[in-house]
DNA sequence: CGACTAATTGAGTCGCTTCAATAAGCGTGG
DNA sequence: CCACGCTTATTGAAGCGACTCAATTAGTCG
């Protein structure tokens, strides 16, 4: 039974300043200055989302935004019989929830345990109208994100599961290194924050077809998987080849 | 041979004043005062577009962003070894390019003969910096077509050929009718302005494939096929319940 | 160490694709 | 206006990639 997030540990952000946040330079709020900042920070609380709490449910109210501080977590939809896609992944300094939007068209779920900095959504609809330069900041990242979908719409509509699986595996080095904060490093060991059910939902692929293909790859020595969720890329080169693109 | 768009016929928008232009009430420049929209338009410029001509390329610099005045026209990209996947379709009143943003991600091509409001990308940059409420309406229509690309992918990802052929057919009957100032009030008989290849191409399948579906749709009685491009949906709530959601 | 869950592997099936041939639209010119 | 030819769409037959169902193995945590 899904808990609800009145029970999580909450306070204020107010608490622990903006100014020692560690995603204070990447997140939105890196277009206020320090003030402004800090009002917003007001308005929110630092949360911890255990993995697998979900934070949005998929056609509920949009009640809340968030910057992710902390952690991993999905976006989904799913079919009405069940069928569920993963439509995005979202690391520390992301942002969470539609702004402007009476309902949330996707579900928010966290993959591993992770923290969030949450705002009602109308106090957050209210401040950032009186302060372009955090719209300007959100527009540029829902073009990102908006770039983002639609080369993962050419992946799942036009790639070959191998071609799904390595794009999968290569994007997750990147994004992970990015937000661990060594960008142009990609990271070549790492522990994947999903299960191969999760990976599956995020291509368009069942369970076993991931599992193959990752088999795969070990045999010809292309990756090495020293445990259910550890990664290890052998031979990069040979991993973007397989991507196809 | 592409054609560039510079020998296209083109002329001042301020020649036919934004004051009759048919979006001028739902293109963005409707969150402008009559006189601030009067100043965009005269930065900008209509143009004609035949239908197969490509404005924008994929991985090109971007250059321009548009309103779309009349037509329809397709946004896509396409893997190293030519296989292509249409990523969005664009109708009257929406919006061209990539604001903000050094490379396009997409080609931009006419479905059918089109007319669009061209703006250099530096100039609309610099007076959307300075003008708040356009921004706010990009960022609201950025999140809303965020929002559509992602229920584009549970599509691809997780339904079937029947589910993709049905929901599209809904989706093209929809977004018509909106385009066309007639909403809440859908078309059941329209001209597609895609071909059986494009249509192939939106949802992830072949041409054959998306043909078998039509012709067995058709042969269920829910709906007619009257033409090479015409189609007439005889049972919608049939058709909504192949879509499978 | 043992029990439980997650992942892997195998065998068989199905849906979509591929390749090939036919038919239907549609514009053109006689 | 109709015959012709080209393009686009449809239909058929065969193949294959991913799925389904089932059994086995490997991690992980108490």
Tied chains: 1, 2.
Excluded at 35 to 56: N, S, Y
Excluded at 73 to 99: N, W
Aim: charged share 25%; hydrophobic share 40%; net charge neutral.
């Amino acid at each position: 039974m899904p808990q609800t997030t009145a029970q999580l540990s909450a306070r204020p952000s107010g608490d622990r300043h903006c100014e020692h946040c560690v995603v204070k330079g990447r997140a939105i709020c890196a277009a206020l200055e320090p003030d402004v900042r800090d009002a917003l920070g007001r308005e929110g609380r630092i949360q911890t989302v255990p993995r697998g709490r979900t934070l949005v449910w998929e056609g509920e109210d949009a009640l809340l935004v968030a910057n992710v501080i902390e952690g991993v977590l999905k976006l989904s939809t799913s079919t009405s019989d069940g069928r569920e896609q993963i439509v995005g992944v979202v690391y520390p300094s992301d942002f969470i929830g539609r702004p402007f939007g009476e309902r949330s068209q996707h579900s928010v779920t966290a993959l591993i345990d992770s923290r969030v900095c949450l705002f009602p959504r109308g106090a957050f609809d209210r401040f950032a109208h009186s302060h372009p330069e955090l719209e300007h900041r959100l527009l540029e990242r829902a073009l990102d994100e908006l770039d983002r979908a639609r080369r993962w719409m050419l992946l799942l509509g036009r790639k070959s599961a191998t071609e799904k699986v390595a794009s999968f595996l290569l994007e997750m080095s990147s994004r992970l290194a990015e937000a661990g904060c060594q960008p142009n490093q990609p990271l070549d060991t790492f522990e994947l924050p999903l299960d191969r059910q999760q990976i599956a939902d995020v291509l368009g692929l069942t369970i076993e077809t991931v599992s193959r293909q990752l088999s795969a790859m070990r045999a010809s020595g292309v990756i090495e998987l020293p445990g259910r969720r550890a990664l290890h890329i052998v031979d990069r080169s040979r991993l973007v080849a397989l991507a196809g693109d």
